[in-house]
Each structure stands twice: as structure tokens, then as C-alpha cells.
């Protein structure tokens, strides 16, 4: 059989499609096209997550400290209704959930890829993303972002060789 480029036409025959090295050739171009692309796509939605859990946390310590400048306390909510002398209430079940319902309708992806973990103490709360596994975002390096309400940023459960600046973006 002789290659493609030999082929002679025939008057009045017009010779339509390709030669199967071709496809082959194109098939292979298409291979390695894909083969970076893909990595390189997954760990842009990685780094998307990532940076969208940050932000979940940086609104939550938001509406905290609201909530703190009320009653110069993380652990009670004020009542204006309360005509005592202490309008002030503990109720750490109800602050939690008005954060969650302030933050999470804004990070949708988010509750694919992290759960959202509030510790409240009277004068200070710690606030952790913690990725799911098994999950997409499972295989990220970063690990667990935590933030506290002195702003302070670390990680848990992170790859060693990923810095906290690399994770946090700073």
C-alpha cells in the first residue's frame, strides 16, 4: 500500500478523508495535549477550593466578632426584647447556626469540599475548613485552614514540604 501523499487521483475522482496514520497522529497529538491539561485543570479547582474556603472562614470571623461587639463575648446574643439587667443570653447552638446561615448559602462548592467547624469560647473562637474525605478535594496538600479571633492562620494536617504562606496566599 503505498502512503497518501503517493496516491495520484483519478480525473474527475475527488478522494475524501483521512489515512489512518492520520488519525493515529492526531489521536497522539490529542493524548498529550490532555495529559497535562488535566492535572493541571484539577489542581486550578484545588486552588479555586481552596481559596473559596478561606474566604468561608475570613466571613464567618466576621459575623463573629459582630456577634462579640454586642456583648463583649463570642458565647451570647443580644436580646433587645430582654428589659433585665442582663440582656445578654448564652446560646452557643444559635450563634453557630446564624454564622453557618450567613456564610455557607455564599460557598456553595464549598460544602462539597470543606465542613465548616466553629469552636466558641466566652473571649475567644477558633474556626477550621476541614476538607472531606473522600471528596474532591481530598487529595489537596493543604490540609485543614484554621483561623482564630486574634487572626492568627495555620494548618493541620498538611503535606510537610507546603508552607503557610504558599496555602494561605499571603
Not at 10 to 32: D, N, Q, S, Y
Amino acid at each position: 500500500m503505498r502512503p497518501a501523499f503517493l496516491i495520484r487521483q483519478r480525473p474527475g475522482h475527488l478522494e475524501r478523508g483521512f489515512t489512518l496514520i492520520e488519525l493515529m497522529i492526531a489521536l497522539a497529538i490529542f493524548a498529550v495535549v490532555m495529559a497535562f491539561a488535566i492535572p493541571s485543570y484539577s489542581e486550578h479547582v484545588r486552588r479555586s477550593a481552596r481559596m473559596d474556603a478561606q474566604m468561608m472562614l475570613l466571613r464567618a470571623a466576621n459575623e463573629l466578632e459582630w456577634i462579640y461587639t454586642q456583648c463583649n463575648n463570642y458565647t451570647h446574643l443580644y436580646d433587645a426584647e430582654d428589659t433585665s439587667d442582663t440582656p445578654c443570653k448564652e446560646n452557643k447552638t444559635v450563634i453557630e447556626s446564624f454564622v453557618r446561615d450567613k456564610v455557607l448559602p455564599a460557598s456553595q462548592v464549598n460544602l462539597q469540599r470543606y465542613r465548616l467547624d466553629i469552636a466558641l469560647q466566652e473571649q475567644a473562637f477558633t474556626l477550621k475548613a476541614i476538607r472531606k474525605r473522600p471528596g474532591p478535594q481530598s487529595k489537596d496538600k493543604c490540609g485543614t485552614f484554621i483561623l482564630d479571633n486574634l487572626g492568627n492562620r495555620s494548618l493541620e494536617h498538611n503535606d510537610p514540604q507546603f508552607e503557610l504562606k504558599e496555602c494561605w496566599n499571603r
